[in-house]
């Protein structure tokens, strides 16, 4: 989004994406198929963000860049990492806004 949204739109944005993030796949140690489910089912997470909520996906240099609600996060390791990258960062920009 390029407009600012308000604490009340982030927070709502916040809480769809940690209840979808919450359906992902659990990856189980010995099963190696878990994890690709898993790894699969970020990366769809991240392209519905994409299409529904009008977020901006960019892969500078191997890595992962997620900006939706003029919040940005970042990670190397892959999609699932982003998303709890960006919850975690969307957290932080709420607690910012509140303390100023």
């Given at each position: 989004m390029s407009k600012r949204v308000t604490d009340t739109e982030l927070?709502?944005?916040?809480?769809d994406v940690k209840a979808k993030r919450d359906t992902l796949p659990a990856?189980?140690?010995?099963?190696?198929?878990?994890h690709d489910a898993h790894h699969s089912a970020?990366?769809?997470l991240?392209?519905?963000?994409?299409?529904?909520?009008?977020?901006?996906?960019?892969?500078?240099?191997?890595g992962f860049r997620l900006s939706l609600a003029g919040v940005?996060?970042?990670?190397?390791?892959?999609?699932?990492?982003?998303?709890?990258?960006w919850i975690n960062a969307a957290y932080?920009?709420?607690?910012?806004?509140?303390?100023a």
């Open positions: 927070l709502a944005i916040l809480h990856i189980t140690p010995a099963d190696w198929s878990t970020a990366a769809a991240v392209q519905s963000l994409v299409k529904e909520q009008g977020a901006r996906l960019t892969t500078p240099l191997g940005i996060a970042t990670c190397t390791s892959g999609h699932s990492g982003l998303i709890l990258n932080r920009e709420l607690d910012r806004r509140r303390a």
